[in-house]
């Protein structure tokens, strides 16, 4: 099956940083969606972004499909931004694999 | 607001008895997904119903199985829990290869 990775497994953020987080895969895909994970275990839809550039307020993501990979970027970080942010990717079907995620702090 | 939801929040059973979880959507969505996440861990498929169609994961445990009795609703049958299957239990719908979007989840515990 298709391989993802996510890059760095964990990050500790100042509030106010900005920060980039990695998502590489192996194989072409026709869905990328990324995800946070609140601190209540709810998967909260950030981008559905299988190419292109996309921004939302202080998030922003870009997948280069063309080379696999995906990033998303945090801007000015603040304190509700930390949790575990998920890359999750469907290659020919619908079925969504998941990165291992990202951990993210954001210190006050 | 259109959603998913999935009852209960919180569900505690004891070793080998029988629990149901449930999950409803006001999506519409053809697609209905059980996804198992243990502890530090990334969501894992269990299985998915593409209209009535049901497709299972080839590591799924048959201890898990699944009812979707109508577009809007979906299940989980866990019929003889161990320990090891203390998890959260997320459900996603979406379109035909479309954007998933999940519902809060239901933690188990199992005693």
């Known amino acids: 099956g298709i391989q993802v990775e996510q890059s760095p497994p964990d990050l500790i953020l100042q509030e106010g940083a900005n920060s980039t987080l990695r998502c590489n895969f192996s194989d072409s895909v026709n869905n990328l969606q990324w995800f946070h994970q609140n601190p209540w275990g709810q998967l909260i839809n950030l981008f559905y972004?299988?190419?292109g550039t996309k921004q939302n307020g202080r998030l922003s993501a870009t997948t280069v499909a063309t080379e696999r990979y995906s990033s998303l970027y945090i801007s000015s970080s603040q304190t509700t931004d930390s949790g575990v942010y998920f890359c999750a990717v469907a290659p020919n079907d619908y079925k969504l694999s998941f990165g291992a995620g990202t951990t993210v702090t954001v210190r006050a | 607001d259109a959603m998913v939801i999935q009852n209960p929040r919180y569900q505690v059973t004891q070793f080998g008895k029988p629990v149901t979880l449930s999950c409803s959507q006001t999506l519409n969505h053809n697609v209905m997904y059980w996804y198992q996440q243990k502890s530090s861990q990334a969501p894992k498929l269990l299985f998915h119903?593409?209209?009535?169609?049901?497709?299972n994961e080839a590591d799924t445990p048959d201890n898990f199985q699944s009812r979707r009795p109508n577009t809007s609703f979906c299940f989980l049958d866990i019929r003889s829990p161990g320990l090891g299957d203390a998890a959260m239990y997320l459900c996603a719908t979406s379109g035909k290869r479309d954007e998933q979007f999940f519902g809060p989840g239901t933690r188990l515990t199992v005693l």
């Open positions: 119903y593409y209209d009535k169609d049901f497709n």
């Open positions: 972004i299988p190419s």
